[in-house]
């Protein structure tokens, strides 16, 4: 019997512009790290999200480690940051020695929780920044977190790896805090096969995670150095994928959209399925849809998954929260609930990750779609 097509969670959607802008590199034989298109690429970023200055970097992790070397953040600092998200998130925080404390979600949007931000800051007044995430592409309650932070004067800095296009109201997800990180790893809405692009208003910023990016070289003829710096610059031959991409973002959205659509219809007369909520102040790219069991289901996740991978479909569980992994047993988290498991716990436990490519042909939908349905006949 033959092989089963594979559909797959989200995986790269190539277009052709991606090829030519690399082929000009090539041709210019600017294959060396920087040139023309990083260049480009950062003023087309800083463009599309109506933020006012962009550094192109080799991931969005790079991107997150930049954002808190620029903030001061040092050995034994305290950062508040959202539980519920992949560990790249947090994991900048520990390669400087400080602390993340780990804020749950709110059931409204699945991002963080104000009331359990505000509970942390009880018990920590002086955080050196909050991380906050728009999870699957749904914007955060962004005025709530605002003004927290604006009342404990702590800098923002918005993960918006997987929320590139989503905005809230009306503005570009990623453009609210003091800094604001991209991805473009491969199973983002754009991919440059792996890259990142940090955000800000302020150009001192931008230049300088430009600068550590570079090995912070001093300006002098001879190669001085007064910081440590990093390797993490985006590639020309990198940056190219990303002009190519960035042309197709809002029709990568838009089937997000319509993938969100058809999930939400297909499933609406199963009372134990729900879809991830979406922000009624927002407008999300809908990079992962994800579905909710409702409690006391008696399909799990786990069938459902199983189900799928017979059909040779990839789903994915929820993020594990970060609250709940081994090697951050020792910090500190603060739930949204005052009693039983967390909001972020409840989630994971019950939710799960819906093929979101935007190849899935309308057979493909039928066939994910009927897989899942069938468990709940
Ligand atoms: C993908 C992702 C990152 C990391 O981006 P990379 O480019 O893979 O380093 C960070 N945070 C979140 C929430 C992500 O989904």
Redesign the pocket.
């Known amino acids: 019997m033959a092989e089963k097509k594979r559909i797959y969670l989200s995986c790269p959607t190539m277009h052709g512009e991606e090829q030519k802008f690399v082929q000009e590199a090539f041709d210019t034989n600017w294959v060396a790290p920087l040139g023309p298109n990083v260049t480009k690429f950062e003023e087309e970023m800083a463009a599309y999200t109506g933020c006012g200055h962009a550094a192109a970097l080799s ?3 790079a991107a ?1 480690h930049l954002a808190v070397k620029l903030l001061g953040i040092k050995q034994d600092d305290v950062v508040f940051v959202s539980s519920l ?2 560990s ?2 947090c994991n900048p925080i520990s390669y400087e020695k400080a602390k993340p404390v780990f804020i749950d979600s709110e059931p409204d949007t699945w991002n963080m929780s104000p009331k359990a931000l505000r509970k942390a800051f009880e018990k920590y007044p002086n955080p050196k920044a909050v991380v906050l ?1 728009h999870l699957y592409g749904t914007p955060a309650k962004l005025d709530e977190i605002m003004e927290i932070c604006a009342e404990h004067n702590v800098p923002l800095i918005e ?1 918006a ?2 929320s590139l296009g989503s905005t809230y109201k009306g503005q570009m997800t990623g453009t609210f805090g003091r800094i604001g990180i991209y ?3 491969g199973n ?1 809405i754009i991919t440059t096969s ?1 890259g ?1 692009m940090m955000v800000s208003q302020e150009e001192a910023l931008t230049k300088e995670a430009t600068n550590l990016a570079t090995q912070a070289r001093d300006a002098a003829r001879h190669y001085q150095h007064s910081k440590i710096g990093y390797n993490y610059r985006m590639s020309n031959v990198v940056a190219g994928i990303g002009r190519g991409q960035l042309i197709h973002i809002e029709e990568h959205k838009k089937i997000k959209n319509d993938i969100y659509k058809q999930y939400t219809n297909a499933f609406a007369d199963i009372e134990d399925i729900s879809m991830n909520p979406m922000n009624p102040d927002g407008d999300a790219n809908n990079w992962l849809s994800c579905i909710l069991l409702k409690e006391g289901c008696k399909v799990t996740p786990n069938e459902i998954m199983d189900a799928l991978d017979a059909e040779n479909i990839e789903s994915r569980p929820i993020w594990k929260p970060m609250n709940l992994q081994p090697v951050f047993a020792d910090c500190d988290f603060f739930s949204h609930n005052d009693e039983g498991i967390s909001v972020g716990e409840d989630i994971f436990n019950r939710g799960l990750c819906m093929p979101s490519d935007i190849k899935n042909t309308p057979e493909d939908m039928e066939l994910i779609i009927n897989t899942v349905r069938k468990l709940f006949a």
Do not use: L, M, Q
């Open positions: 991931a969005g992790t997150i998200t992949f790249a998130t995430v993960d790896a997987e991805s473009f790893n983002k792996g990142g």
